[in-house]
């Protein structure tokens, strides 16, 4: 006799679908301030409550307290802040430039803009990022054209990847932004074989690997943290947990383990998680794990606790999967807002200064766009030559492509 009952699967489901409530209470945030600071050389067993917390700076009151306080001066956060208003434009333009067919596709960081603005500041030059689709402001925080990320977003005469990309998919070595490949989770074994061989070089540049909460379900995520873990790799671990992975709630990817930080804890790998709105708090935990990977104190992974506020691309529509006022009630808020608040507390911003900086980078995203249309857009303009898709891969061009390219006639 069989007394078990027959088995089934658990399925796990968002706690709301469209037409409901916003629900986060799920979602629990430390007071800003509340989580101890250890010091980089801590062991990681004793940090491991750092994976189920949140580090937080900015309170609600818009200061910056505890112990992760202090790092950034007036100027540095000013930068800061035009850095994640100039990608907020920039994706704004962008997006109405595909919705007039400039563009076959583009991809937002709305919500996002503090995690890969604040990271890039806490890197030396010669580092290098693997970065997801969703890190754009690597680029604008390190000082990239914007024209040059335009014409690739167009694949114009003056694409700097000559057509052979998706649109977004930058690529800069001299701005520490490898390649983008589409194929996610990639960036995870590429950042620690990357990191590795600076090792084996004893040179002292460190990676950094980004990863989006559903990637982290990709078996190369796990085999990334085994080498990262053995080999201690100068290499720092991101995850961006933007609650949902185009359609997928995080829920999914994330498993039993209660946070994503606390899939590094089995490897041994000191694993934090910081408030991703929060432009301090971002730099701050960023500076930490950087530090330690320069130290030769090894890997360490971050995840970023943040939420997609637009949609997951230009060939996505959310309203068929979540509420059209989840966004609204994130519990985390908007990192510019967040930012914008505390620097009006210090003395240094004001509503009407930024009213100006917007009008002002407004005009600078305008002016870059009408310079890069110039070189052309999708349907219309200059396009990247036919002789171009030859070049670029091989050193020596094997026969059967010479043949195709003289067949071509380019
Ligand atoms: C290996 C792989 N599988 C599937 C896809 C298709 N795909 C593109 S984006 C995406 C969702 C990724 O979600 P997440 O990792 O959370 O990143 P986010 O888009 O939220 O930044 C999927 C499944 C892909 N690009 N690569
Ligand atoms: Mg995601």
Redesign the pocket.
């Known amino acids: 006799m069989n007394d078990f009952r027959p088995l089934t699967l658990h399925v796990p489901e968002p706690a709301v679908r469209p037409g409901g409530t916003p629900d986060f209470s799920n979602v629990r945030i430390p007071k800003a301030g509340a989580v101890p600071r250890p010091e980089v050389g801590a062991n990681p067993e004793d940090i491991r409550d750092l994976a189920f917390s949140i580090i937080r700076v900015l309170n609600r009151a818009g200061e910056a307290v505890g112990p992760w306080a202090g790092l950034l001066n007036d100027e540095e956060l000013v930068e800061g802040m035009r850095n994640m208003m100039m990608l907020r434009t920039f994706d704004a333009r962008m997006l109405i430039a595909q919705r007039q067919g400039k563009t076959s596709f583009y991809m937002q960081h709305l919500g996002e803009e503090a995690i890969s603005c604040a990271f890039r500041k806490a890197l030396s030059p010669g580092d290098m990022n693997f970065p997801?689709y969703?890190q754009a402001g690597l680029l604008i925080a390190s000082g990239y054209p914007m024209v040059d990320m335009m014409c690739q977003v167009y694949s114009n005469s003056r694409d700097p990847l000559k057509g052979r990309q998706l649109p977004v998919m930058y690529s800069s070595k001299e701005h520490g932004f490898f390649t983008i490949s589409?194929?996610?989770?990639t960036q995870y074994v590429q950042a620690v074989g990357w990191a590795m061989a600076s090792a084996i070089r004893n040179d002292t540049k460190i990676a950094a690997a980004w990863?989006?909460?559903?990637?982290?379900a990709?078996s190369d995520f796990h085999a990334a943290l085994v080498f990262a873990s053995t080999y201690k790799a100068p290499v720092v671990l991101n995850i961006?947990n933007?609650q949902?992975?185009?359609s997928t709630f995080?829920g999914i990817?994330r498993g039993g383990a209660g946070t994503f930080a606390a899939r590094g804890l089995g490897f041994g790998i000191p694993s934090l998680r910081v408030d991703g709105n929060d432009y301090l708090a971002v730099y701050a935990v960023a500076r930490w794990a950087a530090e330690r990977a320069r130290r030769n104190l090894g890997p360490t992974l971050i995840e970023y606790v943040t939420y997609?506020a637009g949609a997951?691309s230009t060939s996505d529509d959310p309203s068929a999967y979540r509420p059209k006022t989840e966004s609204d009630a994130w519990p985390l808020g908007d990192p510019i807002i967040r930012l914008k608040n505390h620097l009006i507390i210090r003395g240094v911003w004001s509503e009407e200064r930024h009213k100006q900086a917007e009008a002002e980078i407004l005009d600078t995203v305008i002016a870059a766009q009408k310079e890069a249309e110039s070189y052309g857009t999708l349907h219309a303009g200059g396009k990247p030559s036919a002789r171009d898709m030859f070049e670029g891969v091989y050193a020596e061009m094997p026969p059967h492509l010479r043949r195709q390219r003289q067949q071509a006639g380019v």
């Open positions: 997801t969703r589409g194929n996610l989770a990863i989006g909460d559903g990637s982290t990709e961006v933007n949902w992975a185009i995080q990817a997609r997951h």
